[in-house]
């Protein structure tokens, strides 16, 4: 599993925001052509890169039941550069603050990281420092493929059909964009694409997205008396108008939601402000946005001569409603991480997943932990004792789902 990890990982696979095309950049391609040759290595024959850009591959069960699908993310987030990545592992790690030997500021400090701290005597991977690591999300496809190899190597263990599959663009909220769910054809599917040991969240936040363009007018400055409609100082009016001390990711945890500005471009004669806004609760996600729609709108109650365009998108809702309705597959996965010797929990996550998106469809798909954390910055880490086990949980789901429903 770590030789895979480690190779993975070295493929640039960064995705692009606001990329029409699919995938938003070709190079997730890379990683996803190696898959499927790895896979039909494996003797999944039937690995395939869809036209959709999704890898799909089937490991024949031993027992007739229903197959179950596992699923991961072949892209990495566009914040954090993803090239060149040289993975570090640091064997044996006995506890002391890890440099990163590309970048002096870039420091692993277990007095800081309390998961890191309970870690001393792992093997823990990290980058050099100047890229992210890359364990979001090729712990999950690291940990997928050293579960399908094992497996396929032990026909003697019973186990469910699996149905494998390796999305793009699911940290552009585009993961499970026309995903093939007939195609895909399970009744039970896992994203791994969690974090620490033992998890499994079966609710994830409901996103929308908000632009907000405002067009002001540009005039030469010498002559711009009365004229100049400025942009960007209308933007930061904007941005300053959001609700101080709340109300953000900075200032909230647990259930709490948010607005976040998180890019903000443009000139004097237009300047474009992009939002995002999180709830686990429907209806106050709705009023978020509502206040956003209320901040801009107030923009150009104070500068009447400037327009304003407002664009709304959804992103995913939160999958606890439907993940409820299928005990089973919460049941299974529990089990299944005690089987490996991890006591399991549940958990919710501040983010989503592609199977936020498949659960809304009609696929229960809640999300197990790989090993990996401080995912989205250049102090990602990894470690491998914990990838194994998540690794160890799919070989363990594969059985559990053989067996018949208790
Ligand atoms: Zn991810």
Known sequence: MLGRFLRYVRVDTQGAYRVSQRPSTEKQLDLSRMLVDELREIGLSDAELTENATVFATLPGTVATPAVG??????????????GVSPIVHEAWEGDAIQLPGDSRQVLDPMQLPALAERVGHDIVTSDGTTLLGADDKAGIAEIMAAAAFLARHPERPRAPIRIAFTVDEEVGRGAEDFDLDAFGVAAAYTLDGSGLGELEVETFSA?????TIRGLSVHPGSAKGKLINAVKL??????????GRLSP???????????????????????????????????????????????????????????DIEERSSY????????????VVEAALEAIRRVGVEPSL???????????LSSQGLPTPNLFTGGQEYHSVREWA??????????????????WAEPDP
């Not at 596992?70 to 090239?83: L, Q």
């Not at 933007?235 to 101080?244: C, F, I, K, N, T």
């Not at 809702?317 to 089973?328: D, F, L, V």
């Not at 470690?383 to 559990?400: F, G, H, K, N, P």
């Open 70 to 83: 596992f699923i991961a993310h072949v892209d990495t987030t566009p914040d954090v550069i993803g090239a």
């Open 208 to 212: 929308k997205s908000m632009r907000v």
């Open 235 to 244: 933007a930061s009016e904007l941005v300053m108008s959001l609700p101080q």
């Open 250 to 308: 900075e200032t909230t945890e647990g259930r709490e939601g948010y607005v976040h500005p998180h890019r903000i471009s443009g000139n004097s004669e237009e300047a474009i402000v992009d939002f995002i806004a999180r709830d686990h609760d429907d209806e106050l996600l709705e009023r978020h946005m509502a206040l956003l729609r209320g901040l801009a709108h107030e923009v150009v109650e104070r500068e009447p001569r400037a327009h304003v």
């Open 317 to 328: 809702s939160n999958m606890h409603p439907y993940i409820e309705e299928s005990p089973r």
């Open 347 to 357: 958990a919710i996550t501040r983010g989503g997943t592609d199977g936020a998106v």
């Open 383 to 400: 470690s491998v004792q914990d990838m194994a086990a998540a690794a160890a949980t799919i070989v363990e789901l594969a059985a559990v």
